[in-house]
């Protein structure tokens, strides 16, 4: 599958960002689909997947309250709705298609990448 994110920027503490994942390829709505962050200096990390059917979701612990994850089957898109955006939520936002139908967070069950999207929370 080829994956492409929009939606990232610049925003102030506190604001909202969502971003959108586009996905393409016959077998792409078979699968879970995930984000992940990579922030200068840190390893990628987990920030939340929702299933094959859009029926179960989960979200790191960092972002849960804040952020939600959720897909459009027939439209082949994913989002990633941000509230409440923290100085340490600046990073590459990456969307990824699991090898799964089931909501994981390892990331070595994520077999395509999109090129990621800059998310920078800054006053």
């Known amino acids: 599958a080829q994956l492409a994110e929009t939606g990232g920027g610049q925003v102030q503490p506190g604001g909202s960002l969502r971003l959108s994942c586009t996905a393409s390829?016959?077998?792409?709505?078979?699968?879970?689909m995930g984000w992940f962050r990579q922030a200068p200096g840190h390893d990628r990390e987990f920030v939340g997947s929702i299933s094959w059917n859009g029926r179960q979701s989960k979200v790191a612990d960092s972002v849960r309250g804040r952020f939600t994850i959720s897909r459009d089957i027939a439209k082949n898109m994913v989002y990633l709705q941000m509230n409440s955006l923290k100085p340490e939520d600046t990073a590459v936002y990456f969307c990824?298609?699991?090898?799964?139908?089931?909501?994981?967070?390892?990331?070595?069950?994520?077999?395509?990448w999109g090129q990621g999207t800059q998310v920078t929370v800054s006053s």
């Open positions: 390829g016959s077998t792409s709505s078979a699968y879970a």
């Open positions: 990824a298609q699991s090898i799964s139908q089931g909501v994981v967070w390892r990331s070595s069950l994520y077999n395509s």
